[in-house]
């Protein structure tokens, strides 16, 4: 019991004192490959809310820098960190009442606004914690949709078409509301910014007839137009728009799989007569005879646009899709199944699509080039087919008299070659221009030829002064390489592979089966090196890394090539200079011997430390620089707990062992941190401590063996508490003193007692 204990006291304790000095562990952050109009990496942001089990798609999705607000279809309001995959914050309407105007945040105050029950308003702040406290306004009619603009207070729509400042709403909450849009239903509504302006559109519908509503302030104009209905019987799906030009270009998605173009002029018209907007087909989504389904348009540039849906085909069979198409040359760019599942929900922010994929809120990265006919027709190849996209031509060095076309296959000439030097390469003969690679020639060199040819045809393409699209090249050459040994099992280029990973241009995304194949062949240095310049690792694989790490032997990793700089100063000191160790002045206010249960409030003195063999690194130099490597590799604690539990007892023992180890070596420094290239901090090294004890805490609660290591990190931890809370006195001794009012003139030399 003993032992349960102090392992419960130093997890908390060490959860403290990571709060304590204001720092957090590392985040994950991830880094996309360069590719033509296509999706990228993607990752699952949260799980949505759903009734009786079946996924329910949420009421709406607004962005707020790096954050989003997530409304779901029932009480929750929650604010969400894309890039660290976490919440902020959340907060619930009543038991009882019903959120039905998605939350948006006002930009120019930093508050949060959503409507409840349709006529209930409610606006807080992100320290607030309980909405029943925050400032409410019943309004006189029910609320569609609240619109924030950027510099400007957001827009409420109502359901009768009226649009209201919130600043002039609030002023009088119960003032009267038109009603514009008479037994109209209004089935979606958007808003734009021009300059000191605004546009806001909405669209009706009446017995099958559509109509589109745009009210522009200063001054006021409302237009009202009829959308062409056509001879088609499907019915409008959804719909998106942008301003360009004093235009708004209507993007309308029928259920028979067809895409219209509707322009909607800005300009004012005397005309009486009702207006008829016609709308003109972009693009036949290829459906094949199905059904389109709950379906959204995202706009992704003003030549892309990103479609979500369901296809329901004749035979029942109902499938989720996404799609990005480019709506200048009308072709599909990329496409993907949502196997699980989608509402048909789709936003849009910067570089980020947010797509509902069965029970999960998906984040999809993309990237979109700027539209050309070789690109929509399919000219220029994507690099994962072994060809080069584009080839860069310097134009600083080409005369006017002297235009040179570049080839894919041939050289780029380096920068600052003269022109008579490029018209002299016209007439290099055969054996030089072989002597130079092309991707293309490298590639064909990996598939048919040996190791040894490929590691010297790799190092001449290396050396090359110039390499187009450099890292497009490099993956593509690394994906090649890690195909070949997957098909091959005696192939395994080890320095082509270490060449590669240091051009410094690569990440794990690139070629996700290369650590794979690098743990299967235990390549430690390899692994060193991944996980050194690697920023997107994931969990599972850093776990990986870790258990290959702790169970081979110290005698195996003084035959390997290691970068020790990671030890430079710690372990090395422990092994080659004890006597330097045990005449160390202790500081930072940390003392390796026992503390009495008693002695809580003695004060704090200067020990020369002796040490003990528990005091030794419990691992050599080289498993040292490899847990260190781990210890500093980014990561999502939500992920890496599970696959800490694959650890061993002996492995989590030892780990624990050299981590206390650590902690006992920063805390000595007054700096706070190990010296070396690759540096440690406290707080990474107690992160660890305590996320070791959280994966194991029952087997290291029941192991005989970790009752002493439980003990002393008891103490340690101790110690520090207690110096931190010394700390937070002389801060608050400071602070009275700066508070006392300083004398006007105390002349050359004085002296002042001041009483606390």
């Known amino acids: 019991m003993r032992g349960l204990e102090n392992c419960r006291v130093a997890r908390a304790q060490c959860h403290l004192l990571s709060h304590a000095s204001g720092l957090q562990p590392p985040v994950r952050r991830s880094r996309v490959a360069s590719k033509m109009a296509a999706f990228c990496e993607e990752f699952t942001l949260c799980t949505l809310a759903g009734a009786g089990g079946a996924p329910q798609g949420p009421l709406g999705l607004e962005q707020d820098a790096d954050r989003v607000l997530l409304t779901d279809r029932g009480r929750t309001v929650t604010l969400y960190k894309v890039s660290d995959q976490k ?45 029943d406290k925050v400032f409410k306004a019943t309004l006189s009619a029910d609320v569609y949709r609240i619109h924030s603009l950027p510099y400007t207070e957001p827009l409420v729509l109502f359901k009768g078409g009226a649009v209201k400042n919130l600043d002039a709403l609030l002023a009088a909450p119960q003032q009267e509301i038109e009603n514009i849009a008479s037994d109209e239903v209004i089935r979606w509504s958007d808003a734009f910014r021009k300059g000191e302006q605004y546009a806001l559109i909405f669209i009706t519908e009446q017995d099958g007839n559509c109509f589109i509503y745009v009210q522009q302030s200063n001054p006021y104009i409302l ?18 728009a942008y301003l360009k030009d004093k235009v708004v270009t209507l993007l309308c998605l029928y259920s028979s799989g067809c895409l219209y173009k509707v322009l909607v002029p800005l300009q004012w018209s005397d005309s009486e007569e009702e207006q008829i ?23 992704l540039d003003k030549d892309h646009i990103a479609i979500t849906g369901c296809l329901d085909s004749p035979d029942g069979n109902i499938k989720g899709h996404f799609s990005i198409w480019n709506i200048k040359f009308q072709t599909l760019q990329a496409s993907k199944e949502l196997p699980w599942g989608t509402t048909g929900q789709c936003w849009c922010y910067g570089d980020k699509l947010f797509v509902t994929h069965g029970k999960e809120l998906t984040v999809i990265l993309y990237k979109c080039q700027t539209s050309s006919l070789a690109a929509a027709v399919g000219k220029i190849k994507d690099i994962q087919i072994s060809e080069i996209k584009t080839v860069p031509v310097n134009w600083n060095i080409l005369q006017e008299d002297d235009l040179i076309c570049m080839q894919p296959d041939q050289p780029v000439p380096a920068k600052g070659e003269s022109n008579r030097l490029l018209r002299s390469r016209k007439n290099i003969g055969a054996k030089t221009q072989l002597e130079i690679l092309t991707v293309k020639q490298l590639l064909s060199i990996i598939k048919d030829s040996s190791q040894n040819i490929i590691e010297e045809k790799l190092k001449t393409f290396l050396s090359s002064t110039q390499i187009p699209d450099f890292q497009a090249s490099v993956g593509c050459i690394l994906s090649a390489l890690v195909n070949k040994c997957k098909s091959e099992s005696s ?16 990440s794990y995304s690139m070629c996700p089966d290369l650590m794979a194949v690098a743990l299967e062949k235990t390549d430690i240095h390899l692994l060193q090196l991944a996980l050194q310049q690697f920023p997107d690792i994931p969990e599972v694989v850093t776990c990986a890394c870790l258990r290959a790490f702790l169970s081979i032997g110290d005698d195996r990793l003084e035959e390997m090539n290691l970068h020790l700089d990671s030890v430079a100063g710690c372990v090395d000191i422990v092994h080659n200079n004890k006597t330097e160790q045990q005449s160390k002045v202790i500081q930072n206010g940390f003392s390796s011997e026992p503390l009495e249960e008693e002695s809580c409030d003695t004060q704090l003195t ?16 080289q498993k040292a620089t490899l847990l260190n490597t781990i210890l500093r590799s980014a990561y999502s604690e939500t992920f890496l707990l599970p696959h800490l539990k694959d650890l061993s007892a002996e492995q989590v023992i030892l780990f624990l062992r050299y981590l206390q180890y650590l902690y006992v070596k920063c805390s000595e ?15 990474q090294i107690i992160d660890w401590i305590c996320l070791l004890l959280d994966a194991h805490f029952t087997v290291i609660v029941m192991l005989p063996e970790a009752r002493k290591l439980l003990s002393k990190l008891h103490k340690f931890v101790r110690a520090q508490v207690r110096f931190y809370s010394e700390l937070n006195k002389i801060e608050g001794s400071l602070n009275q003193l700066q508070m006392l009012q300083q004398p006007k003139d105390v002349g050359l030399y004085s002296i002042e007692i001041l009483k606390l």
């Open 87 to 131: 919440p902020l914050g959340c907060w619930s309407v009543k038991q009882g009442q019903t959120i039905t105007c998605p939350a948006v945040c006002n930009s120019e105050t930093g508050e949060f606004i959503l409507v409840h029950d349709d006529k209930v308003l409610q606006i807080w702040k992100e320290d607030d914690t309980n909405l």
């Open 223 to 240: 237009q009202k137009f009829k959308l062409e209905q056509g001879g088609e019987s499907s019915t409008p799906l959804s719909f998106a």
């Open 277 to 299: 907007l016609q709308k003109s087909l972009l693009i036949r989504l290829l459906v094949s005879g199905s059904i389109l389904k709950r379906t959204s348009i995202a706009i």
């Open 491 to 506: 192939f395994y280029p080890h320095n082509c592979l270490v060449q590669l990973i240091q051009t410094q241009g690569l």
């Open 606 to 621: 200067q020990k020369s430390q002796v040490m003990d063999a528990n005091d030794i690194c419990p691992v050599g130099p």
């Open 669 to 683: 420094d007054a700096t706070m941190d190990l010296p070396g290239m690759f540096c440690l901090t406290i707080n």
